[in-house]
T-cell receptor, first 118, second 110 residues
Framework: KAGVTQTPRYLIKTRGQQVTLSCSPISGHRSVSWYQQTPGQGLQFLFEYFSETQRNKGNFPGRFSGRQFSNSRSEMNVSTLELGDSALYLCASMHGPQSYKPGWDEAFFGQGTRLTVV | SQQGEEDPQALSIQEGENATMNCSYK?????LQWYRQNSGRGLVHLIL?????REKHSGRLRVTLDTSKKSSSLLITASRAADTASYFC??????????FGTGTRLTVIP
């Protein structure tokens, strides 16, 4: 089956602009999580969506937002970009709530979107 | 803040040697997972161990979990150059999302 697709792969934006990143999860997966990865901070959890509802949110400012559509595809938006927002943004796809079913709790990642803010 | 801390931050070994990475976490977990990342690409799931398990094997991978010490270790036996990557532990709690550790950068020298 198809993997997790993130678009675009690379993006260059100017400070103050906004950006929207997209993630299409694995078919049948209803949970999508977003992570920001930087050399200094490592992998930081942004938020998680399940069945179009945000269930968890990390410690990021309100400039970071997201949503999930009925087909489980998710978008994240960053407004008023700052230089420090330059990072690799990763999307993770999972089935949903935890379960003891084999393979249920594994996350499948997209290749990420490399955002550079200049 | 991140749930896990990994040790060492970087590890360099010769091909054929074993590599051991450690992960410590802070709160109770439902399961702990290990992932690999090559050169800033997406993460790939390696192995999952549940809180009621103590050891698990998958091919050349061996994972242990000590919930009393809130720690886990990943052993890669007979390492290969292709194992060169960053390795992350991730914990899943009742909140459902995964929290990742800081990662160990493994270099396997041919």
């Amino acid at each position: 089956k198809a993997g997790v697709t993130q678009t675009p792969r690379y993006l260059i934006k100017t400070r103050g602009q906004q950006v929207t990143l997209s993630c299409s999860p694995i078919s049948g997966h209803r949970s999508v999580s977003w992570y920001q990865q930087t050399p200094g901070q490592g992998l930081q959890f942004l938020f998680e969506y399940f069945s179009e509802t945000q269930r968890n949110k990390g410690n990021f400012p309100g400039r970071f937002s997201g949503r999930q559509f009925s087909n489980s595809r998710s978008e994240m938006n960053v407004s008023t970009l700052e230089l420090g927002d330059s990072a690799l943004y990763l999307c993770a796809s999972m089935h949903g709530p935890q379960s003891y079913k084999p393979g249920w709790d594994e996350a499948f990642f997209g290749q990420g979107t490399r955002l550079t803010v200049v | 803040s991140q749930q896990g801390e990994e040790d060492p931050q970087a590890l360099s070994i010769q091909e054929g040697e074993n590599a051991t990475m450690n992960c410590s976490y802070k709160t109770s977990i439902n399961n702990l997972q290990w992932y690999r990342q090559n050169s800033g690409r997406g993460l790939v799931h390696l192995i999952l161990i549940r809180s009621n398990e103590r050891e698990k094997h998958s091919g050349r991978l061996r994972v242990t979990l000590d919930t009393s010490k809130k720690s886990s270790s990943l052993l890669i036996t007979a390492s290969r150059a292709a194992d060169t990557a960053s390795y992350f532990c991730a914990t899943r709690t009742g909140a459902n999302n995964l929290f990742f550790g800081t990662g160990t950068r493994l270099t396997v020298i041919p």
